[in-house]
């Protein structure tokens, strides 16, 4: 587990006066224009028609499926960094975390290390994972680089070419080689693309794009486009990279953008003022620094084509890379915290980068970012962790349960989301310095919209916004909610629905988040809410709407005001809290989860119906088959709503009760013990001063031939328990600089120490004993390590210690209606 996130007490240096809490506001917000009307046949994109009839499109402001607006989620997974024996496992636990659209990069350098021999076997076989995608019900985003970044040696581009020609520009030698790298990947999607059925939606060029010299520029974009279409990537949609001064051809691609809770590739060993991801935009569509490795003079082109293209994501950080210099640990709130913000600023397409993490597969050299083959940050040899929601070994993160909630919300109600244009407060945020203001928007469509509210910023503390309450102007009325001021706790953020449409009942507004929509069939709708810690539940309805209100939670009751019906007192929970009988049609049900279950929710198909599954383990969906998984716990629960038809069957011996409305089960799998033995082998050697270099003029990771100085210890797991699980993962506690483990001389994994677990699983451990080095940490290296993981060194000028290695065994259910 990392340890716990300490907010920090505010920097000086920012001048800022926060009082303890704001009383008794009424925040207010104009939404009574019009929303903005798309334009249509702005981009000049790619074949959108599949041979069943589907249709694809892009409009100025959104993508549309079918005619329908469109807010897909997207998620990073490096299938090159992956085993291809996991992948279908993984990419069905993307899509039972919400994901709709899996992007990955082709790092050019994986598939042809040496000129003219490419390899698309194993765990580069592109064609077999965008296969298992489709499978998994997952859209297909590829990112043809050819430089990617993606922390990859020279960004993607292998030695060969860097060696011997110009790159990144029109140059005939390296178009030559460029053309070649494409057809080979077209030929690997080759009947896979939408129009021919298959799931590729679309293609990413190049990279944080922003040269613009002779051969470069919007041109060079232009011929990597061509070169694409050439190779047979003919797709409904081709993007770029949007931040850091961009430069594209206007209308052939449309871009795409991110942010991240923190800048790993910063030169800074202190904490960072507070990052844009968490401020409302209202103005552009860039947040902050992403760490392009180019940097340009002038504005980009895609300041200046706001108007016309959607705003979308690919690089919204799920979670951070630990760089050598800077090593940046998040909590699930600084991750998750970020959605409500760009959705409020207008993103129409979430896009992580990463939510799965992975490792770099070992070639003719190591294939990681480094200072030493000239890149601008150092980077492990070999973990690409990423902290993300996914880890590397498939175990799910606490920030994916955080996650989630907003992935069902988008894609239930992203078709009602996306038209709606951003409302800017009457007082918004001076900069994202500024802590005292609140921080909230609002996004709507002729009376309809959804609020959103965020009172989190990573390491700064933030006021309580006190009795709060929204006063917003609608086209034909106002509204002024909730009736009773709420207090909007620190680290609080949300989305709430006004006028939100119920199949035929309006919902004046909810301090609850929608989180999903379930069709019954005869036996009606379920609305599912989420509530959010310390807020009180009001669901407000037109006054007539009353009388077709029964109540179902316990305490609640209906008051009279301002014209509506207002439904207090409701306690969140597994049980109904509201049902709505309207004459003729099907009923109308609410259920509104605590926060906690909120996160504990997922949604899949079991016994042919689409249902809630509530569990505090890890879960995701196989041809109709719920998966569980625990790591170190044999106890397994799940409930599900609606009931299944029958009792399911599973690998263990299932209990079953009520919960609520829910239907539980429980089941108790052995348990396993496996024990490992430690002895040290090698002392750790005194280590120099860390150097200050590079194209950054910061801390460089040591050289190879330090590693001579690292302490060492064998690890030893026993045959037997290793194959009774060999999902368990090695968990290896360590202070120093750089841990290293190997099976013999074959390093398996790296890491750098930052007070984040490091794991690893058995099952890639190989036969016979590891070997983990720890390369000493200086108690005066010049690097950036949060307070919460920095040692104690005492009067020591450095540590490399072990201070325990646990084996975690891994259990499984696997549970079939």
């Known amino acids: 587990m990392h340890p716990p996130i300490k907010k920090l007490p505010l920097l000086l240096s920012l001048a800022l006066s926060l009082p303890l809490s704001l009383h008794g506001e009424t925040l207010h917000i104009d939404a009574s224009a019009p929303a903005k009307t798309p334009l249509?046949?702005?981009?000049?994109?790619?074949?959108?028609?599949?041979?069943?009839?589907?249709?694809?499109g892009v409009n100025s402001q959104y993508l549309t499926r079918n005619g329908k607006p469109w807010m897909p989620v997207m998620g990073e997974f490096h299938y090159s960094r992956t085993p291809a024996a996991e992948w279908d496992g993984e990419l069905r636990k993307m899509k039972a975390a919400g994901i709709d659209v899996v992007a990955t990069y082709v790092m050019w350098n994986h598939h042809e290390e040496t000129e003219g021999k490419f390899d698309w076997k194993g765990q580069r076989d592109l064609r077999?994972?965008?296969?298992?995608?489709?499978?998994?019900?997952?859209?297909?985003?590829?990112?043809?680089?050819?430089?990617?970044?993606?922390?990859?040696?020279?960004?993607?581009?292998?030695?060969?070419?860097?060696?011997?020609?110009?790159?990144?520009?029109?140059?005939?030698?390296?178009?030559?080689?460029?053309?070649?790298?494409?057809?080979?990947?077209?030929?690997?999607?080759?009947?896979?693309?939408?129009?021919?059925?298959?799931?590729?939606?679309?293609?990413?060029?190049?990279?944080?794009?922003?040269?613009?010299?002779?051969?470069?520029?919007?041109?060079?974009?232009?011929?990597?486009?061509?070169?694409?279409?050439?190779?047979?990537?003919?797709?409904?949609?081709?993007?770029?990279?949007?931040?850091?001064?961009?430069?594209?051809?206007?209308?052939?691609?449309?871009?795409?953008?991110?942010?991240?809770?923190?800048?790993?590739?910063?030169?800074?060993?202190?904490?960072?003022?507070?990052?844009?991801t968490y401020a409302f935009r209202f103005d552009t569509r860039v947040s902050g620094d992403l760490g392009a490795q180019t940097r340009a003079a002038s504005r980009g082109t895609a300041e200046t084509d706001m108007a016309t293209t959607p705003f979308l994501g690919a690089e919204y950080g799920a979670g951070l890379p630990f760089m050598y210099r800077r090593r940046t640990v998040v909590s699930p709130d600084d991750i998750a915290s970020m959605l409500p913000v760009q959705l409020g600023s207008g993103v129409n397409l979430v896009g992580?980068?990463?939510?799965?993490?992975?490792?770099?597969?070992?070639?003719?050299?190591?294939?990681?970012?480094?200072?030493?083959?000239?890149?601008?940050?150092?980077?492990?040899?070999?973990?690409?962790?990423?902290?993300?929601?996914?880890?590397?070994d498939g175990q799910a993160r606490p920030v994916l349960s955080y996650l989630r909630p907003f992935h069902l919300f988008m894609r239930d109600f992203g078709e009602r989301l996306a038209p709606m244009t951003v409302r800017k407060p009457d007082v918004a945020p001076a900069s994202p310095e500024d802590l005292t203001t609140p921080r909230f928007s609002l996004r709507s469509k002729d009376s309809s919209a959804f609020l959103f509210v965020n009172n989190h910023?990573?390491?700064?503390?933030?006021?309580?916004?006190?009795?709060?309450?929204?006063?917003?102007?609608?086209?034909?009325?106002?509204l002024t909610f909730p009736r009773k001021g709420v207090d909007v706790a620190d680290g609080s953020y949300f989305i709430w629905p006004v006028n939100m449409d119920l199949d035929g009942t309006r919902l004046s507004y909810a301090t609850a988040q929608p989180i999903a929509r379930l069709d019954n069939g005869k036996a009606g709708i379920t609305y599912v809410f989420g509530a959010a810690a310390g807020i009180p539940v009001e669901l407000a309805f037109d006054a007539g709407a009353a009388a077709s209100l029964q109540l179902l939670s316990s305490g609640a009751k209906v008051v009279q005001a301002d014209g509506k019906a207002i439904v207090e007192g409701i306690v969140p929970g597994t049980g109904v809290a509201l049902s709505i009988q309207r004459p003729g049609a099907r009923p109308v049900t609410l259920l509104v989860l605590t926060a906690q279950q909120a996160r504990e929710v997922s949604v899949g198909?079991?016994?042919?119906?689409?249902?809630?599954?509530?569990?505090?383990?890890?879960?995701?969906?196989?041809?109709?088959?719920?998966?569980?998984?625990?790591?170190?716990?044999?106890?397994?629960?799940?409930?599900?709503?609606?009931?299944?038809?029958?009792?399911?069957?599973?690998?263990?011996?299932?209990?079953?009760?009520?919960?609520?409305?829910?239907?539980?089960?429980?089941?108790?799998?052995?348990?396993?013990k496996i024990e490992a033995t430690i002895t040290q082998v090698r002392a750790a050697r005194a280590v120099r001063a860390v150097t200050i270099g590079g194209l950054a003029n910061a801390a460089l990771q040591p050289m190879p031939e330090a590693f001579g100085a690292a302490a060492a210890w064998t690890i030893t797991i026993p045959e037997a328990q290793r194959k009774a699980n060999p999902e368990a993962l090695i968990e290896l506690d360590f202070v120093g600089d750089i841990g290293r483990l190997f099976n013999g001389t074959r390093m398996l994994d790296d890491w750098y120490y930052s007070g984040y677990g490091w794991k690893y699983p058995v099952r890639h451990a190989g036969q016979g004993p590891l070997t983990l080095s720890v390369l000493p940490l200086r108690a005066d290296a010049p690097i950036y390590l949060p307070k919460e993981g920095r040692p104690d060194f005492g009067a020591n000028k450095q540590l490399a210690q072990l201070r325990g290695v646990k084996v975690t065994p891994v259990y499984r259910l696997s549970v079939r209606p």
């Open 352 to 392: 992580y980068y990463m939510f799965h993490g992975g490792r770099n597969p070992m070639g003719l050299t190591s294939l990681e970012e480094s200072t030493l083959s000239g890149g601008y940050n150092d980077t492990p040899m070999i973990s690409y962790d990423f902290q993300a929601p996914l880890g590397p």
């Open 605 to 672: 198909e079991l016994a042919g119906q689409r249902r809630l599954v509530l569990t505090a383990q890890q879960s995701w969906f196989n041809d109709g088959k719920l998966e569980l998984r625990a790591d170190g716990n044999p106890d397994l629960a799940f409930a599900v709503y609606p009931a299944l038809p029958g009792k399911p069957k599973a690998n263990a011996a299932l209990t079953e009760s009520l919960d609520g409305v829910f239907q539980s089960f429980a089941a108790k799998l052995p348990a396993q």
């Open 40 to 56: 249509e046949n702005q981009l000049r994109m790619g074949t959108a028609v599949s041979p069943s009839g589907e249709r694809l």
């Open 128 to 276: 077999r994972f965008v296969q298992l995608a489709a499978k998994a019900g997952l859209d297909v985003m590829v990112r043809v680089g050819p430089w990617v970044h993606a922390e990859v040696r020279y960004g993607g581009i292998p030695d060969w070419v860097v060696n011997a020609m110009p790159t990144r520009r029109d140059d005939p030698q390296y178009l030559q080689r460029v053309e070649r790298l494409y057809t080979q990947i077209g030929q690997q999607l080759k009947g896979l693309l939408f129009k021919d059925g298959g799931r590729v939606i679309g293609v990413q060029i190049e990279n944080e794009y922003n040269n613009n010299g002779a051969g470069e520029g919007a041109g060079h974009i232009n011929t990597l486009k061509r070169l694409a279409v050439k190779a047979g990537m003919d797709v409904p949609l081709y993007t770029v990279t949007g931040w850091d001064q961009t430069v594209y051809p206007s209308g052939e691609v449309t871009p795409v953008f991110g942010g991240y809770p923190d800048e790993p590739w910063a030169t800074s060993t202190k904490e960072l003022k507070p990052k844009e």
């Open 457 to 478: 910023v990573r390491q700064y503390p933030m006021p309580a916004q006190k009795d709060v309450r929204f006063a917003v102007k609608l086209p034909g009325e106002s």
